[in-house]
Structure formats: structure tokens, C-alpha cells
T-cell receptor
Framework: RKEVEQDPGPFNVPEGATVAFNCTYS??????FFWYRQDCRKEPKLLMS???SGNEDGRFTAQLNRASQYISLLIRDSKLSDSATYLC???????????FGKGTTLSVSS | DTAVSQTPKYLVTQMGNDKSIKCEQN?????MYWYKQDSKKFLKIMFS???????INETVPNRFSPKSPDKAHLNLHINSLELGDSAVYFC??????????????FGPGTRLTVT
């Protein structure tokens, strides 16, 4: 089993749609969870951290289920500017590095 | 006031050459990293340094040698370049690993093409 697995994508949605990304991780000892965003030919940037209680930032909602080792990201009212690759990220067992999923590509069209 | 900077941004070179990529961060972070993102876009850690000490060395050919002259700099030297080394190399930095917040800040990347 890969350390971090994500929906393969790509997701092609119209503006205004709601889209959900899923991610599973293999290391039950992981303590930190994130969603990063990477635009084409750019560096990854933190979108949001993911907490056990779930957290929301505007149109973005992240959820963590430790029992199932599952992380999700929900984007409501998609905008053209949301088009990017979304990377699910967890820390390694030692807590010394981040492990990135392969990413899910989102394309929002008008 | 760039947080994490890398040079060069693009590097085209021939097989067998030796090249270096430089990275500097002005965030006062203790930890720096090198990642490789291959043609399939998979971002994988190569090395991690904390206060100039190597703490992570993933399965990377020993042709790759990181050097940290001080905690604000982490350079990557690559000997005898091969076609498979073509990728985008990202430098990143963070506060002490394992302590919150452990968000990593990435440099703009160096696109290496080996011909």
C-alpha cells in the first residue's frame, strides 16, 4: 500500500460546482495532515492544515478520520482560479518529513 | 523579500556533467529539504537538514550530495548527470520538524534537463 493515496483525477467541473477529493494514508502514527495546492509549473503551497475536528476556510472544508486513515477536501462554489493540482500530505512516522500524495488535478471551466 | 529562493531556475546540461543547485531561505527556519518532482509529477523527498546536520537521506544515488554551509543554505551537487535525473528539484524549509507548525515553504523549483 502506498503511503499516501489520492483519487487519480482529473476532475473536470463547471464553475459553481462542488467537488470532493479523498485521500488515504498508511501510517497510523502520522500526526500532521495537510492539503497543498500546486499550480502548473509552480511550487506547492499550503492550502490548509487538517485537524481531527474538521476545519473550514471559506469555500474549503477539510476532514480527517483517524480510524479510517482518511482525509478529504471539499470545495464549494468552484472558481476558475481553483484549477490546480491538490496534494494530500501527511508527516512520516518520525515526524521529520512530509509525505506527498501524487495529487489530484482539478480543472474548472466556465 | 523572497522566502525560499533557488538558483538557477532552469538548467540544461549534458550527461556526465557535474552541476550544483543553490537554495537559500530567509525565514529563520531550522530545517531545509530537497525534493524531486519527476515527469509524473510525484514529489518525493531526497534529503533533510536540521541546523546543518543531515537528518533524512532517502534512497538517492550517491551522485547526489547535499551541502549545508549554514542553516539558511542547502545546496545540492549532482555528479555524473544521467538522463533520469531530469526533473524539477524543489528546495523547502520549515521550523523544527515534528513541532507545530510544521508547514513547509517551497522554493520556485529548478527545472533540470539532461540531454
Amino acid at each position: 500500500r502506498k503511503e499516501v493515496e489520492q483519487d487519480p483525477g482529473p476532475f473536470n467541473v463547471p464553475e459553481g460546482a462542488t467537488v470532493a477529493f479523498n485521500c488515504t494514508y498508511s501510517n497510523s502514527a502520522s500526526q500532521s495532515f495537510f492539503w497543498y495546492r500546486q499550480d502548473c509549473r509552480k511550487e506547492p503551497k499550503l492550502l490548509m492544515s487538517v485537524y481531527s475536528s474538521g476545519n473550514e476556510d471559506g469555500r474549503f472544508t477539510a476532514q480527517l478520520n483517524r480510524a479510517s486513515q482518511y482525509i478529504s477536501l471539499l470545495i464549494r462554489d468552484s472558481k476558475l482560479s481553483d484549477s490546480a493540482t491538490y496534494l494530500c500530505v501527511v508527516n512520516n512516522q518520525a515526524g521529520t518529513a512530509l509525505i506527498f500524495g501524487k495529487g489530484t488535478t482539478l480543472s474548472v471551466s466556465s | 523579500d523572497t522566502a525560499v529562493s533557488q538558483t538557477p531556475k532552469y538548467l540544461v546540461t549534458q550527461m556526465g556533467n557535474d552541476k550544483s543547485i543553490k537554495c537559500e531561505q530567509n525565514l529563520g527556519h531550522d530545517t531545509m529539504y530537497w525534493y524531486k518532482q519527476d515527469s509524473k509529477k510525484f514529489l518525493k523527498i531526497m534529503f533533510s537538514y536540521n541546523n546543518k546536520e543531515l537528518i533524512i537521506n532517502e534512497t538517492v544515488p550517491n551522485r547526489f550530495s547535499p551541502k549545508s554551509p549554514d542553516k539558511a543554505h542547502l545546496n545540492l551537487h549532482i555528479n555524473s548527470l544521467e538522463l533520469g535525473d531530469s526533473a524539477v528539484y524543489f528546495c523547502a524549509s520549515s521550523l523544527v520538524p515534528g513541532q507545530r507548525p510544521d508547514e513547509q515553504y517551497f522554493g520556485p523549483g529548478t527545472r533540470l534537463t539532461v540531454t
